[in-house]
DNA sequence: ATGACATTTGGTAAAATGACCAAATGATAG
DNA sequence: CTATCATTTGGTCATTTTACCAAATGTCAT
């Protein structure tokens, strides 16, 4: 494989697995209808502060958020919405592993 | 959150860490056209092929590609080949990404 | 049966990840 | 300027992931 190539998939997968943690997932879903500050989303998240910052500092890092600090508060937004387009697809995923497991009964 | 809704989150987001690493996301791209025994897949990857075996392995057990044994060799083929479809978007991720560095010089 | 081939499984070691605590930063209010 | 609030950073530890090697499995041809 071409070292151009190669940097593209792991740019990509990159992305996948900034995704791939329920949290962080949970997260970039909250932030579909706009912007949210780290208080608002850690309400419901049972987590240290700690932690929740550096889950958003590697969706940043991936280039799924943007932040913006006012104030005191970090406002963090989705800087690409079309990511939770997907999720009708990985939901499929889903359905159809369920159903197998639910023809094995 | 509910329970239902935090499993659904967790299934969503094994699926996506299952594409989020570059081998498991190459094979799965190479996939597109059609099913692929593992040697066909392994001849472009420089990994043991145990490594290679696992890998599939984890996609398979995410529900995203199927095997079926056929003589000696086993056919691995996407189950749901939306998965590819939001590739486009990932992209726009990375690209957007490259333009805000690009931006900084 | 025996050997060769394709793939998987088990074991192990190195590296990456995720969670928490404590301390640091930056912004605002008093 | 000091205290306070919101968030981030650094450190540590337990857990998970990944890669390789060696050995096991299942299939086919002889």
Redesign the interface.
């Known amino acids: ?1 071409k070292d151009k190539q ?1 940097a ?15 949290t ?3 997260m970039a ?1 909250q932030l579909e209808h706009g912007e949210k500050c780290v208080c608002e989303l850690a309400e ?1 998240i049972d987590a240290d502060f700690s932690t929740i910052s550096k889950h958003l500092s590697v969706l940043k890092q ?3 958020v943007a932040d913006e600090k006012r104030g005191k508060q970090v406002f963090y937004k989705l ?2 919405p ?2 939770l ?3 009708s ?6 359905k ?2 369920a159903e197998e497991q639910a023809d094995l009964l």
Do not use: D, F, T
């Not at 593209?8 to 329920?22: C, F, M, R």
């Not at 697809?89 to 889903?94: G, K, L, Q, S």
């Open positions: 494989m190669k593209l998939i792991e740019a990509k997968a990159n992305v996948l697995k900034a995704l791939g943690h329920p962080r997932l949970w879903e419901s991936a280039g799924v800087k690409v079309c990511i387009k997907y999720m697809c990985i939901e499929a995923v889903i159809n592993q």
